[in-house]
């Protein structure tokens, strides 16, 4: 257990504030010691509390998310909320779930899981899909976790499980500041806590769910009951008082390099020692390159990836750390103008929908004093910039958190081409949280093993290859964070990692791999997949449709109504 700071929490609120978060910290901190009670089996039976009360409000706080973000009902893209807020929660308690089994019978979660390797002598395991459920909704997606070299498949299968495998062990009392714009995180840092660390925790949620508050509360009432979670509102003051109480032991923080900056060193002038005197974990966002590898695409082609990358931007109105913003392009590609077109054509006619972060009218009127000459499209909400490289600082430095989708072009072709945009991100893109790379079948066959060299050279937590890095972040047993190597000093996507359900010790990344085609094109041509278009793409007409029946499969298993849902994916 991390020893509870010395310092004195600071005393600028007012005792009717003050008081209940005290109180809140105390109550956890009385629940870190019967948290260490509990068996393996017993945590295993809570965890399956957790998901009937998740169950029970998935419906209620679906609508609740897409209200707040001004996605009335009806709305075509209210199918995010399912996919991002419950669907997420359901699979990471089953996931959690899996492992205390594995653990309960004396084995590691590893047993069943397929293990190979990777270039530099690295070890990856296969982290989905694990299931026949996953190979079903999700076909043709696949997760690697790959470790850091030198740690070896025997050390992966002996370490899996982590705090689990000593339960007795406290984590103390953290302290998860949550995130504002995906309504999942709070709750997945907060189980992740739990089961990584054996820490308890007190969650402050960032205002803009507060109309979530009365969902959390019953979705998480079965760590509330018992003392190892309190739930509190509040602002800045609210956060930096509890991040100086004395009582607690760990901060982990979802949210902006500014106020990670602020929480470990202040405002104002840097002291030479850190504000902050327990550890912090953090997830911080970036600026998320989609590399366009060229090669010979047909329409189809082209028009599907045009909406891939479209979707990379515009989920949730940008408001996403996770959100691909600079695209980088061959000049020398024979098709560039005509994917260009379909790109913009994509990003122009998706459905409309608010730009409804905070501070986010200040962001898009610094695209707009940044790049006079950018392209609006979506009725004026979203810019669209194309910039040979000299005038792109803004673009590759700055995490807009908003629609604003970047071109710069980079000379060659083939493994040239690959090499430049790799060196193009990890040189010139603040942030190493996700990277997408987009290939046909035949030039990532005729790159060879040489493709695979080339992204282990992408320093990025999360690499998605036909696929945009939010797979990774929705699949629990993958892992979600920056690349290894941030500090206090320097953290541009944060330290650490999260979800991980297998509970893996010495992670580097995340590898995600998609098809490049969907169904039927991709019989025969590459990854094969049964999915039509996929009912996360902002272009799917039945998307709304089938993100809830994922998830409403996901609760009950229903086989008959499963197949309505996957007839209506088809009308995508």
Known sequence: MTPAATTTAPV??????REPLDNAVSAVRSGARAWSLLTLDQRRTLLRRLRAAAAAVAEEWADVAATSKGLEPGHPLRGEEWLSGPYAALVALDAYAD???ALVAGGSPLDTVKIGTAPGGRTVVHTSPLSATDGLLLSGYTTEVWLTPGVTAADAVRTAGLAQRAPATSGGVGLVLGAGNITSIPYLDVLYELMAFNRVSILKVNPTQDALVPVFERALAPLIEPGFLRIVRGGGDVGGYLTQHPDIDHVHITGSE???????????????????????????????????VP?????????YQAEHIATMRLHNSGHNCIA???????????????????????????????VWYPQSDGKMDAVRDAYPDATWCGDGTRAFIQTDGADATALETTEYFAPVLGIIDLPGTGQEFLDRAIAHANERLTGTLGANVLIDPATHAALGRDFERAIVELRYGTVAINAWTAFGFLTPTATWGAFPGGTLDDAPSGIGIVHNALLLDGVERTVVRGPFRPFPRSLGRGTFSALPKPPWFVTSRTGAAVCEGFTRFRIDGNWPKIAVTLVKAFGA
């Open 12 to 17: 600028d609120l007012t005792s009717d504030v």
């Open 99 to 101: 492992t205390l089994t």
């Open 258 to 292: 500014a106020t990670f900056r602020a929480i470990v060193w202040g405002t104002g002038k840097r002291p030479s020692r850190p504000k902050l005197k327990v550890p912090i974990s953090a997830e911080l966002g970036g600026v998320a390159p989609i590399i366009v």
């Open 295 to 303: 090669g010979e695409w047909s329409p189809a082609d082209l028009t």
């Open 324 to 354: 691909g913003q600079v695209v980088l392009l061959s000049a020398d590609w024979p098709q560039r103008e005509e994917f260009l077109r379909a790109l913009r054509t994509a990003y122009d006619r998706a459905p409309r929908r608010p």
